[in-house]
């Protein structure tokens, strides 16, 4: 019953900044989804017998892979595998059903925050016990698999139906179809009080979820709508679609903005939020006011302990190395330690698991905390409702407070998307072939104090990542940041972080672009960005 099929490595099969993200019908070639599976599986040691956890964010392909992965894990030896009805399974909701039932590992079916549909983009990623994404150890060992794998092993039998409740088998090989949400929101009533955050939308208080037709709906209307009594109708594009209903699901101000408008309009609610593709990230809007995620973070950890799961208090923060520096701001008023990541929330695992840091955070609007593995977007929600179930004050007022108290650290970030992969090189090499002559040198107004070539040790398990990202520091707090997307699927991504830090009340108020026009001029001189790329303007401004 088990087929052995021959294979030949297929190139290119290298997991990114969180899994292996390609186009549609890259993966729908034949063996690329064997490939790699069984590049996974063949990495792996000791999962005869234990539980595998599947779930996708019900993009194009979804349900075609799901078939595959279940078929191959029956083979490869696993005893149990729970898959989310439909094939269905958020990115955090994973994270947390591998902790909760101590399954060996899971896999994921998204590429986040990129399209989806037949010609957009699809994603494996393989998450360990601890529920988060494989460390760099691990996904090596996969590309490296990638490139000698010769035969992959598939169970020949007919699709398993994965929409209705329940177990089935495939040999011995248990396959249970359980409901995604669950034992997610089972794990949200622990951390949260669900009676305050009841009150607080029995008072009046109201609110839009966008789920832009992504893998959150499901979850926030069960927990909003359902559990919280939020008035039906607060959530919107509930509903998940194989092409995203044809929203751009990356939660920021451009690609939700019908959100963006209500919320500046005269008819915005109280309190606005937003998901991306696999429900990881969020997007925190308050009336007439944005709030930007390295803000969000900051905000959240301080008032963390509103949260009956925080009410002892957090061991410290992380953000990712281009994430603002606000949290650090709060971190040192609160005496613990920040810790400096690269980019991808495999870097927060070690650190959670240390019990070294109990919020973690990136300016790409992920948010998170020790309760799972991975950022979480709902998350975020339930604890920023915490905030203003206790405060009951507009979201402007609790940001302008906090910056008031711990200054403001302007930020925004430019895409340059689908550039040439030459031109982006060249772009990272001309800001390297500088970067131990910049200390010292002023640009205007600003004076550059350090420059790296930012490399990070992990002070638990004693690993080396370099070449994370370009770093220019000046005096007095601004700071640019050059690197190159590992997520993206078509040429490259540059991706040009660009902050100033602002601890006077009287200059808190400025439009963030012109608050940052010194940094962003020194930056595109730095780089030669727009000569290099051609490219007068960045392609996204968040
Ligand atoms: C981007 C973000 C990064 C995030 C990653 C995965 O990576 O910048 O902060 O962890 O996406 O998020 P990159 O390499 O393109 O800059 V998700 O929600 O796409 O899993
Ligand atoms: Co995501």
């Not at 902790?99 to 990623?125: E, M, Q, T, W």
């Not at 957090?314 to 701001?329: V, Y």
């Not at 400096?340 to 695992?349: D, N, S």
């Not at 070294?356 to 409702?385: F, Q, Y």
Request: proline share 6%.
């Amino acid at each position: 019953m088990i087929r052995t099929v021959p294979t030949t490595p297929i190139d290119g099969q290298k997991p990114g900044t969180s899994g292996l993200r390609k186009k549609v019908p890259v993966y729908q070639q034949p063996h690329y989804v064997e490939n790699f599976v069984q590049s996974i599986f063949d990495t792996l040691e000791g999962f005869a017998g234990k539980t595998l956890i599947v779930g996708g964010d019900g993009r194009f392909y979804n349900r075609e892979v799901v078939q595959k992965i279940l078929k191959m894990a029956a083979a490869a030896g696993f005893g149990r595998i729970k898959v989310g009805q439909g094939g269905l399974m958020s990115t955090p909701a994973v994270s947390a059903v591998i902790r909760k039932y101590g399954a060996f590992g899971g896999i994921v079916l998204s590429a986040s925050h990129n399209p989806g549909g037949p010609d957009g983009d699809f994603g494996i990623k393989y998450n360990i016990g601890n529920g988060g994404p494989a460390p760099e150890k691990i996904t090596d060992a996969i590309f490296a698999r990638t490139k000698t794998i010769g035969e992959y092993k598939i169970a020949d039998v007919p699709d398993v139906d994965i929409d209705q409740l329940g177990e089935a088998k495939i040999g011995d090989t248990v396959v249970e179809v359980v409901d995604p949400v669950a034992d997610y929101a089972e794990l949200m009533q622990k951390l949260f009080d669900f009676d305050a955050l009841r009150t607080l939308f029995k008072s009046g208080f109201t609110m839009r979820f966008d789920a832009m037709s992504a893998i959150t709906g499901p979850y926030a209307k069960r927990i909003i709508e359902g559990l919280l009594g939020a008035a039906p109708g607060t959530v919107v594009n509930d509903t998940p679609l194989p092409d995203f209903g044809g929203h751009h699901p990356d939660p920021n101000p451009v690609n939700a903005h019908d959100l963006y408008e209500l919320m500046m309009g005269p008819n915005a609610p109280d309190f606005g939020a937003a998901s991306d593709g696999d429900g990881d990230r969020n997007l925190i809007i308050g009336r007439g006011i944005f709030v930007t995620p390295s803000d969000s973070l900051a905000i959240l950890a301080a008032h963390a302990d509103l949260a009956p799961g925080y009410a002892k208090g957090i061991a410290g923060i992380a953000r990712s190395m281009p994430t603002s520096l606000a949290a650090d701001q709060v971190a040192k008023a609160m005496g613990i330690k920040i810790y400096e990541t690269p980019t991808g929330w495999k870097f927060f695992g070690n650190l959670l698991d240390a019990g070294l840091a109990t919020i973690c955070g990136e300016e790409s609007a992920g948010t998170g905390s020790n309760h799972i593995r991975e950022k979480d977007g709902v998350w975020a929600v339930l604890l920023w409702l915490t905030l203003l179930a206790k405060r009951r004050q507009p979201v402007i007022h609790i940001v302008r407070e906090h910056w008031a108290k711990y200054g403001r650290n302007y930020y925004s970030r430019h895409d340059y998307e689908a550039v040439p992969t030459e031109a982006a090189n060249g772009v990272m090499e001309a800001i390297r072939s500088q970067i131990s002559s910049l200390p010292g040198q002023s640009f205007g107004k600003l004076k550059v104090h350090s420059a790296d070539d930012f490399a990070y040790h992990d002070p638990v398990d004693g690993s080396d990542s370099k070449n994370q990202g370009l770093r220019i520091l000046f005096e007095g707090g601004s700071r640019a940041v050059f690197r190159l997307s590992g997520t993206g699927t078509e040429g490259a991504t540059l991706r040009v972080y660009l902050e100033r830090y602002e601890p006077d009340t009287a200059h808190q108020d400025i439009e963030t672009q012109a608050a940052l026009v010194d940094v962003i001029a020194v930056a595109r001189k730095i780089s030669g960005i727009v000569e290099k790329t051609g490219m007068a303007e960045p392609t996204v401004v968040t």
